[in-house]
Antibody
Framework: QVTLKESGPVLVKPTETLTLTCTVS??????????VSWIRQPPGKALEWLAH???????SYSTSLRSRLSISKDTSKSQVVLTMTNMDPVDTATYFC?????????????WGQGTLVTVSS | SYVLTQPPSVSVAPGKTARITCGED??????VHWYQQKPGQAPVLVIY???DRPSGIPERFSGSNSGNTATLTISRVDAGDEADYYC???????????FGGGTKLTVL
């Protein structure tokens, strides 16, 4: 059974760096072309894709947020980590991690429950 | 960059058919996926590769994609279908996923 679970701070201050962890189970992050994405959703607003990492460490990022994002993985811990620098109140959102339907560039068939991050002083 | 345009809201009476569109120039040349999201929950994939349904998704959900518009069709709508729906494509030009702005489906 594939599961993903996000963890991280619920509150960060403006200008701080956010670090979120996605812990997965039911599959291996080392499986060829297996990928995990991060997506966020501000309260009452639309989904926004942030970043993606494949098993070979190939990364892709949202063009608009590329300069602030970094994605990495620890296969031994079954974790994918997202960092976002210089946090602002507009970054307040629920952050989800998700896995594709199968290997490669695939729609997100598996999602975590999401974690709400509030940016406030 | 790629922008997917969805109507903010669609209303339909129970038992009728709802159609939710997702527009962009030549979207028919891309593969479109659709998600359903209910309040407080993570999105659920309901249609992938334009018209395929994941296991567990009712046959009432169908999809099509041609020209400048992709469409999610929900037949025999019931109250349980009330949710936000998002379309999604992979933009090969910029190597990133793009979501539409979402459509709130209201069952009257």
């Amino acid at each position: 059974q594939v599961t993903l679970k996000e963890s991280g701070p619920v509150l960060v201050k403006p200008t701080e760096t956010l670090t979120l962890t996605c812990t997965v189970s039911g599959f291996s992050l080392s499986k060829a072309r297996m990928g995990v994405s991060w997506i966020r959703q501000p309260p009452g607003k639309a989904l926004e894709w942030l970043a993606h990492i494949f098993s070979n460490d190939e990364e892709s990022y949202s063009t608009s947020l590329r300069s602030r994002l970094s994605i990495s993985k620890d296969t031994s811990k079954s974790q994918v980590v997202l960092t976002m620098t210089n946090m602002d109140p507009v970054d307040t959102a629920t952050y989800f991690c998700a896995r594709g339907l199968m290997e490669g560039i695939q729609p997100f068939a598996f999602w975590g429950q999401g974690t709400l991050v509030t940016v406030s002083s | 960059s790629y922008v997917l345009t969805q109507p903010p809201s669609v209303s339909v009476a129970p038992g009728k058919t709802a159609r939710i569109t997702c527009g962009e120039d030549n979207i028919g040349s891309k593969t479109v996926h659709w998600y359903q999201q209910k309040p407080g929950q993570a999105p659920v994939l309901v249609i992938y590769y334009d018209s395929d349904r994941p296991s567990g998704i009712p046959e009432r959900f169908s999809g099509s994609n041609s020209g400048n518009t992709a469409t999610l069709t929900i037949s025999r709508v019931d109250a349980g279908d009330e949710a936000d729906y998002y379309c999604q494509v992979w933009d090969t030009t910029s190597d990133q996923w793009v979501f539409g702005g979402g459509t709130k489906l209201t069952v009257l």
